[in-house]
């Protein structure tokens, strides 16, 4: 009896071993044949499915980016709360920095990203509810919305961005986390204070 294919599950195993081989290696040095080998699937489906590497990378930040999106909305009436769901959801998905972090790396400031007109679109939404709160009064608007935003994701991540040096730094203890977290919060309930 011959083997029924499921495309949709080939798909998913494809997309879950790119998530981790680009999280490992980056664009650069992840391989299509490891990913092939981890999902056992074929090299040529990849291609068929997604399209080059670059391509393929591009599929798996924006899927990353949008679960996490819909996971962690900005929310400018309780900031703390945010950036305490924010820290949480990048300890249970570190891939999502890496992923991000390896982007940087190879695109560097100035080249344009495959997906950067949806990039945009995707921070612009971000953007529009942190301006929703400043016309509301619960957010300061003494600092531009993109400004805003671009900090208190930088506060909320880095941590996780550079562990070794919160490590070295902060110190590894769960008390040493404990209050890293609340400096955190503080840090940005005064970006956000009126």
Do not use: C
């Not at 699937?41 to 990378?57: M, P, T, W």
């Not at 404990?178 to 956000?192: G, P, Q, T, Y």
């Amino acid at each position: 009896m011959a083997a029924v294919r499921d495309p949709e599950a080939t798909r998913a195993r494809i997309f879950e071993a790119a998530v981790a081989e680009f999280a490992r290696h980056g664009i650069a040095g992840a391989r299509i044949d490891r990913i092939a080998a981890e999902a056992k699937a074929n090299k040529q489906l990849i291609y068929a499915y997604f399209g080059n590497k670059a391509e393929l990378f591009s599929q798996v930040l924006g899927k990353v980016m949008l679960d996490l999106a819909v996971a962690v909305p900005v929310d400018p009436d309780d900031v703390e709360a945010w950036i305490d769901r924010l820290m949480d959801y990048h300890e249970q998905h570190p891939e999502v920095l890496r992923l991000l972090f390896w982007e940087g790396l190879e695109y560097g400031a100035t080249a344009e990203l495959p997906d950067e007109a949806e990039r945009q679109e995707h921070y612009r939404r971000k953007v529009a509810v942190l301006e929703d709160g400043q016309a509301r009064g619960v957010v300061t608007d003494a600092i531009p919305p993109r400004d805003l935003l671009f900090l208190l994701i930088a506060v909320a991540n880095w941590a996780a961005v550079v562990p070794q040096m919160r490590r070295i730094l902060v110190g590894a203890e769960a008390t040493d986390r404990d209050r890293l977290r609340a400096s955190v919060r503080e840090a940005a309930r005064r970006l956000v204070a009126k």
